[in-house]
């Protein structure tokens, strides 16, 4: 089962600005991940960030966590019409780091 | 490395035959997960294997589903008799449990299943 909800579940932007988009879970994780999946592909790893960070940046992505809050936001700056994909976040618990996927956000970049 | 691979990519089939989907793993990984998306469901961890060995098959919705992990470099997901809401997309993953990047999963292609 889903371990929490994006939002929003479609973000449509021009090509430039910038995507925010958010993840809620529910119970306590290791760490949290995010995700990209191109249309009829298989999921490609973006970024991790730790249940004991706050912040964290690469290339392009900025991912945030709030775990009092239980959430998450990943910020893709001056995006790209090849940023077009779903993303999703994935908490990570358990001792095999078992990844549980949120509902995922379909981002689309208009040229 | 080729990544993981899963095969076959498509797959369409009636109502009460048998299926089977295959993977390989990245070579090295001793972890290796099977999932399903469907659009209602999301993404569903099915099971995984830890060094060939099954840990966790909660996720398997009903005992028509079953995996199995021969050796290292090979799984399969069987499902019989196959039904017309097992219509989904099925992913293999794998990680290795040491190294920088321990924690990511590697994910196939997919095979995208139709039962009729």
């Known amino acids: 089962s889903q371990q929490g909800e994006e939002d929003p579940q479609a973000l449509s932007i021009q090509e430039g600005e910038n995507a925010t988009m958010n993840c809620s879970y529910k119970?306590?994780?290791?760490?949290l991940q995010w995700y990209r999946q191109n249309s009829g592909r298989g999921l490609v790893h973006l970024i991790l960030i730790r249940s004991n960070e706050r912040e964290k940046h690469s290339g392009r992505l900025r991912v945030t966590l709030d775990t009092s809050k239980k959430s998450s936001s990943l910020l893709i700056t001056a995006s790209r019409a090849a940023d077009t994909a779903s993303y999703f976040c994935a908490t990570v618990g358990g001792s095999a780091r078992q990844l549980t996927f949120g509902s995922g956000t379909q981002l689309t970049v208009l040229p | 490395d080729a990544g993981v691979i899963q095969s076959p990519r498509h797959e369409v089939t009636e109502m009460g035959q048998e299926v089977t989907l295959r993977c390989k793993p990245i070579s090295g990984h001793d972890y290796l997960f099977w999932y399903r998306q469907t659009m209602m469901r999301g993404l569903e961890l099915l099971i995984y294997f830890n060094n060939n060995v099954p840990i966790d098959d909660s996720g398997m919705p009903e005992d028509r589903f079953s995996a199995k992990m021969p050796n290292a470099s090979f799984s399969t997901l069987k499902i019989q008799p196959s039904e017309p809401r097992d219509s989904a997309v099925y992913f293999c993953?794998?990680?290795?449990?040491?190294?920088?990047?321990?924690?990511?999963?590697?994910f196939g292609p997919g095979t995208r299943l139709t039962v009729l």
């Open positions: 119970t306590s994780i290791n760490n």
């Open positions: 993953a794998s990680r290795t449990s040491g190294g920088k990047t321990y924690n990511e999963q590697f």
